[in-house]
């Protein structure tokens, strides 16, 4: 921790060569460099928006829901059971041997206690209208921020000309603030709230993607890569849009408007992702960047950073793939991979596998 710890004010670890933190604030009047103390406000405000979400979800997405008819549904209830619901809150999903020992203790036989398992986990699963309130927030948040960006960064010369990124870096005025620091507290409060969201089994894939977005953002401001770092959020909101519209109209039961948005959906991801990303923003931060200011240590950890989330870019893509592919045979967007944990057997999965879009 202590090495760790140290890293915070090594101006070898943040810095090129010939450069100190003293240079950063004899900022010249008017100018003011990034530190990385302007983004100390980013988890009170992760708090904020969080309550703010909780505020849009009740007051807003919910009328939405009712007005496209999406209901709560009415859940079986399963009988009462203390032994059944004791091993339940430790194993949702009981093998054969649990349930040779529950069927002796309870003279139940194995099809009445897999029927009851099977309905107390359907009663854990959120319903068609959370899953449309959540969808409805990230949709609205994704589509704000696209459209802020690229508003205030559409006339920048170093978003057609990367190598503006790095002329005089660091030395570079502190732009797009409001930017990072919105998208900052957007994804703290993914990971505060991605334990209390609709839970999918790729939860540790989504936990590192958010934490390596946080060090990603917070890297970049820290030593002034605010020019770079804004590209990648960019790209990376772009096609975040469609996959949450594509949600949207399937839970809204409106399937060719579905399969409409998710075939966009898998382009601009695709353009974005696999192809804007390591060959336009990946290829700036390693290889023009080495040229014109050359590499030092939070270099490496911030390209290491990017790496990460190419990797799980092609890992998503694999997934994309996968549900095109179903689709063909079944004429409609099928269950996603990346799909809310709502059922635990193939016969499950097998019987909803064409009621989930995500």
Known sequence: WAGLLSLTGNERFWLPENVTWADLE????????????????????????????????????KPCANILHIQTGVRRQVQPNALLEKFYQSKTIPDHKHLEGLSKQLDWDLRKLQRWFRVRREQDRPTTETKFCESLWRFTFYSGIFIYAVYNMWHSPWIWDTRQCWYNYPFQVKDHYNYYVAELAFYWSLMFSQFTDIQRKDFLIM???????????????????????????????????????????????????????????????????????????????????????????????????????QVLHVFWFYLIICIAIKSIFKGKVSKDDRSDIESSSDEEINSNSSKKCK
């Not at 460099?33 to 708090?47: D, E, I, Q, S, T």
């Not at 703010?52 to 009740?58: A, D, I, K």
């Not at 970049?220 to 590209?231: E, T, V």
């Not at 601009?268 to 696999?274: A, K």
């Open 26 to 61: 004899r900022s010249p009047p008017g100018v003011d460099y990034p530190h990385a103390r302007h983004l100390a406000c980013a988890l009170p405000l992760a708090v904020v928006v969080f309550l703010f979400r909780l505020l849009f979800e009740r007051l807003v997405a």
């Open 207 to 309: 936990f590192i993607h958010h934490l390596a977005t946080i060090l990603l953002i917070t890297f970049s401001y820290a030593n002034n890569m605010l020019r770079a770092g804004a590209l990648v959020m960019c790209v990376h909101d772009a096609s975040d849009i469609f996959l949450e519209a594509a949600k949207l109209a399937n839970y809204a039961k409106y399937q060719r408007l579905c399969d409409a948005q998710f075939v966009v959906f898998t382009l601009v991801f695709f353009i974005t992702r696999l192809i804007i990303f390591p060959f336009w923003i990946i290829r700036s931060v390693l290889f023009e960047s080495w040229e014109i200011i050359g590499p030092y240590q939070a270099w490496w950890v911030l390209n290491g950073l990017l790496l990460v989330l």
